[in-house]
Protein backbone atom coordinates (compact mmCIF):
# COMPACT_ATOMS: atom_id res chain seq x y z
CA UNK A 1 0.00 0.00 0.00
CA UNK A 2 1.61 3.67 -0.57
CA UNK A 3 1.69 6.01 2.56
CA UNK A 4 -1.34 8.51 2.07
CA UNK A 5 -0.98 11.77 1.86
CA UNK A 6 -1.30 14.82 3.95
CA UNK A 7 -4.63 15.37 5.96
CA UNK A 8 -6.26 16.36 9.18
CA UNK A 9 -8.51 14.82 11.61
CA UNK A 10 -10.92 16.51 13.84
CA UNK A 11 -12.47 15.28 17.07
CA UNK A 12 -16.67 15.52 16.23
CA UNK A 13 -19.12 15.86 18.36
CA UNK A 14 -18.39 15.29 22.50
CA UNK A 15 -15.27 13.44 21.00
CA UNK A 16 -16.69 10.84 20.70
CA UNK A 17 -15.90 10.32 16.59
CA UNK A 18 -13.38 11.28 14.34
CA UNK A 19 -13.80 13.09 10.93
CA UNK A 20 -13.19 11.68 8.51
CA UNK A 21 -13.62 8.37 9.96
CA UNK A 22 -12.61 4.85 8.97
CA UNK A 23 -13.76 1.52 10.22
CA UNK A 24 -16.28 1.27 13.52
CA UNK A 25 -16.67 -1.48 16.11
CA UNK A 26 -18.84 -2.59 18.66
CA UNK A 27 -17.98 -5.03 21.43
CA UNK A 28 -20.64 -6.20 23.34
CA UNK A 29 -21.21 -8.14 26.58
CA UNK A 30 -20.82 -11.41 24.77
CA UNK A 31 -17.96 -10.54 23.08
CA UNK A 32 -16.02 -10.31 26.30
CA UNK A 33 -16.02 -14.32 27.25
CA UNK A 34 -13.26 -15.53 29.83
CA UNK A 35 -12.10 -12.09 31.12
CA UNK A 36 -14.23 -11.02 33.96
CA UNK A 37 -13.64 -12.89 37.32
CA UNK A 38 -17.13 -13.79 37.83
CA UNK A 39 -18.61 -15.72 35.24
CA UNK A 40 -21.65 -16.53 36.35
CA UNK A 41 -22.66 -12.92 36.62
CA UNK A 42 -20.85 -12.52 32.91
CA UNK A 43 -23.42 -14.82 31.34
CA UNK A 44 -26.19 -13.03 33.54
CA UNK A 45 -25.35 -9.50 31.44
CA UNK A 46 -25.10 -11.56 28.22
CA UNK A 47 -28.65 -13.31 29.16
CA UNK A 48 -29.85 -9.68 30.49
CA UNK A 49 -29.48 -7.81 27.21
CA UNK A 50 -26.41 -8.51 26.05
CA UNK A 51 -25.01 -4.46 26.89
CA UNK A 52 -22.57 -2.74 24.45
CA UNK A 53 -19.62 -2.54 26.65
CA UNK A 54 -17.51 -0.30 24.15
CA UNK A 55 -17.48 0.95 21.05
CA UNK A 56 -13.66 2.28 18.96
CA UNK A 57 -13.94 4.78 16.20
CA UNK A 58 -10.91 4.93 13.98
CA UNK A 59 -9.58 7.44 11.65
CA UNK A 60 -9.26 6.31 7.58
CA UNK A 61 -5.57 5.87 8.38
CA UNK A 62 -4.63 2.17 7.76
CA UNK A 63 -3.43 -0.68 10.29
CA UNK A 64 -0.05 -1.21 8.24
CA UNK A 65 3.29 -1.30 8.22
CA UNK A 66 4.54 2.59 8.77
CA UNK A 67 1.72 4.20 8.68
CA UNK A 68 0.08 5.28 12.21
CA UNK A 69 -3.54 4.83 13.02
CA UNK A 70 -5.68 6.34 15.68
CA UNK A 71 -8.89 5.65 17.37
CA UNK A 72 -11.41 6.75 19.70
CA UNK A 73 -12.29 4.38 22.16
CA UNK A 74 -16.00 4.87 24.25
CA UNK A 75 -16.33 1.99 27.16
CA UNK A 76 -19.55 2.97 28.86
CA UNK A 77 -19.89 3.00 32.58
CA UNK A 78 -21.08 -0.33 34.51
CA UNK A 79 -19.55 -3.06 36.18
CA UNK A 80 -20.20 -7.00 36.32
CA UNK A 81 -19.43 -9.38 39.51
CA UNK A 82 -18.62 -6.07 40.79
CA UNK A 83 -15.49 -5.35 38.03
CA UNK A 84 -15.43 -2.27 36.49
CA UNK A 85 -16.19 -2.75 32.77
CA UNK A 86 -13.24 -2.72 30.40
CA UNK A 87 -11.92 -3.27 26.53
CA UNK A 88 -10.76 -6.94 26.16
CA UNK A 89 -7.23 -5.83 26.25
CA UNK A 90 -4.38 -7.08 24.24
CA UNK A 91 -0.59 -7.60 23.74
CA UNK A 92 1.27 -6.27 20.27
CA UNK A 93 2.33 -9.19 18.38
CA UNK A 94 4.77 -7.26 17.03
CA UNK A 95 6.05 -5.10 20.16
CA UNK A 96 5.51 -1.69 19.73
CA UNK A 97 4.46 1.41 22.04
CA UNK A 98 1.03 2.87 22.17
CA UNK A 99 -0.06 5.90 23.48
CA UNK A 100 -3.61 6.91 24.87
CA UNK A 101 -4.91 10.16 25.59
CA UNK A 102 -7.99 10.92 28.33
CA UNK A 103 -10.45 12.78 26.30
CA UNK A 104 -13.88 12.06 28.76
CA UNK A 105 -14.50 10.79 32.17
CA UNK A 106 -12.50 8.95 34.11
CA UNK A 107 -10.46 5.82 33.37
CA UNK A 108 -7.17 3.50 33.97
CA UNK A 109 -4.53 1.74 31.80
CA UNK A 110 -3.59 -1.57 32.80
CA UNK A 111 -0.58 -2.64 32.20
CA UNK A 112 0.81 -6.09 32.19
CA UNK A 113 4.04 -7.79 30.88
CA UNK A 114 3.80 -10.92 32.21
CA UNK A 115 5.58 -10.38 35.37
CA UNK A 116 4.56 -6.87 36.45
CA UNK A 117 1.16 -5.06 36.48
CA UNK A 118 0.94 -1.54 36.48
CA UNK A 119 -2.21 0.84 36.59
CA UNK A 120 -2.32 4.61 35.53
CA UNK A 121 -5.09 7.17 36.20
CA UNK A 122 -5.75 8.56 32.80
CA UNK A 123 -8.50 11.59 32.88
CA UNK A 124 -8.72 14.35 30.70
CA UNK A 125 -5.42 15.63 29.28
CA UNK A 126 -3.52 12.72 30.58
CA UNK A 127 -1.43 10.59 28.45
CA UNK A 128 -0.50 7.07 29.19
CA UNK A 129 2.35 5.55 27.71
CA UNK A 130 2.72 1.81 26.82
CA UNK A 131 6.11 0.65 26.36
CA UNK A 132 6.76 -2.30 23.88
CA UNK A 133 6.25 -5.77 25.57
CA UNK A 134 3.70 -4.67 27.62
CA UNK A 135 -0.16 -5.97 27.01
CA UNK A 136 -2.84 -2.85 28.19
CA UNK A 137 -6.55 -2.99 29.02
CA UNK A 138 -8.60 0.23 29.47
CA UNK A 139 -11.19 0.22 32.58
CA UNK A 140 -13.96 2.96 33.04
CA UNK A 141 -14.02 3.25 36.69
CA UNK A 142 -16.32 6.07 36.73
CA UNK A 143 -20.31 6.83 36.41
CA UNK A 144 -20.31 8.38 32.79
CA UNK A 145 -18.52 7.27 29.66
CA UNK A 146 -14.62 7.00 29.47
CA UNK A 147 -13.16 7.66 26.28
CA UNK A 148 -9.48 7.78 25.08
CA UNK A 149 -7.75 8.56 21.95
CA UNK A 150 -5.14 5.90 21.26
CA UNK A 151 -2.37 6.63 18.68
CA UNK A 152 -0.72 2.95 17.70
CA UNK A 153 1.76 1.63 15.02
CA UNK A 154 0.17 0.60 11.83
CA UNK A 155 2.29 -2.90 11.75
CA UNK A 156 1.73 -3.46 15.78
CA UNK A 157 -1.25 -6.05 15.71
CA UNK A 158 -3.71 -7.53 18.20
CA UNK A 159 -2.80 -10.61 20.18
CA UNK A 160 -6.22 -11.61 22.10
CA UNK A 161 -5.43 -14.60 22.96
CA UNK A 162 -2.23 -13.61 24.97
CA UNK A 163 -3.91 -12.27 27.15
CA UNK A 164 -6.57 -15.27 27.92
CA UNK A 165 -3.45 -17.05 28.79
CA UNK A 166 -1.52 -14.89 30.63
CA UNK A 167 -4.43 -12.91 32.28
CA UNK A 168 -3.39 -9.11 33.47
CA UNK A 169 -2.21 -9.01 36.75
CA UNK A 170 -4.63 -7.21 38.42
CA UNK A 171 -8.20 -6.65 38.56
CA UNK A 172 -10.13 -3.21 38.85
CA UNK A 173 -13.32 -3.56 41.37
CA UNK A 174 -15.84 -1.31 42.40
CA UNK A 175 -15.39 -1.05 46.37
CA UNK A 176 -17.68 1.64 48.38
CA UNK A 177 -17.04 4.65 46.45
CA UNK A 178 -13.48 3.92 44.77
CA UNK A 179 -11.34 1.43 42.60
CA UNK A 180 -9.76 -1.58 44.57
CA UNK A 181 -6.75 -3.23 42.53
CA UNK A 182 -7.05 -7.10 43.54
CA UNK A 183 -4.47 -9.51 42.18
CA UNK A 184 -5.47 -11.20 39.36
CA UNK A 185 -6.50 -14.42 40.92
CA UNK A 186 -8.90 -13.29 43.02
CA UNK A 187 -12.44 -13.96 42.67
C1 LIG B 1 -7.70 1.34 21.52
C2 LIG B 1 -6.56 0.80 20.70
C3 LIG B 1 -7.09 -0.17 19.66
C4 LIG B 1 -7.93 -1.23 20.34
C5 LIG B 1 -9.07 -0.58 21.14
C6 LIG B 1 -9.95 -1.57 21.90
O1 LIG B 1 -8.51 2.12 20.69
O2 LIG B 1 -5.63 0.18 21.53
O3 LIG B 1 -6.00 -0.75 18.97
O4 LIG B 1 -8.45 -2.15 19.40
O5 LIG B 1 -8.47 0.29 22.09
O6 LIG B 1 -9.19 -2.42 22.71
P1 LIG B 1 -9.18 -4.00 22.43
O7 LIG B 1 -8.60 -4.19 21.05
O8 LIG B 1 -8.30 -4.55 23.51
O9 LIG B 1 -10.58 -4.49 22.50
ZN1 LIG C 1 -2.48 -1.73 21.46
Same mark, same amino acid.
Request: no cysteine; hydrophobic share 35%.
Given at each position: ???? %?? !?????????????? %????????????????? =?????????????? #???? #???????????????? @????????? /??? !??????? %? *?? =?? %?????? /?????????? !?? /??????? =????? #???? @????????? $?? $?? =????? !?????????? *??????????????? &? &??????????????
Amino acid at each position: TPPL %QP !FAIRFGADNATLEP %QGPTLQRRMSDLEGLFA =DRRAWEQAVADGDP #VVYT #VVSSPVPETARELPQS @ITTIFPGDT /GGE !FWMTKGH %Q *HP =DP %QGEIYL /GLEGHGGLLL !FD /GERAEWL =DISPG #VIGY @IPPGWAHRS $VN $VG =DEPYR !FLAVYPGSAG *HDYGWVLTHGMGLRA &R &RSADRVELVPFGTP
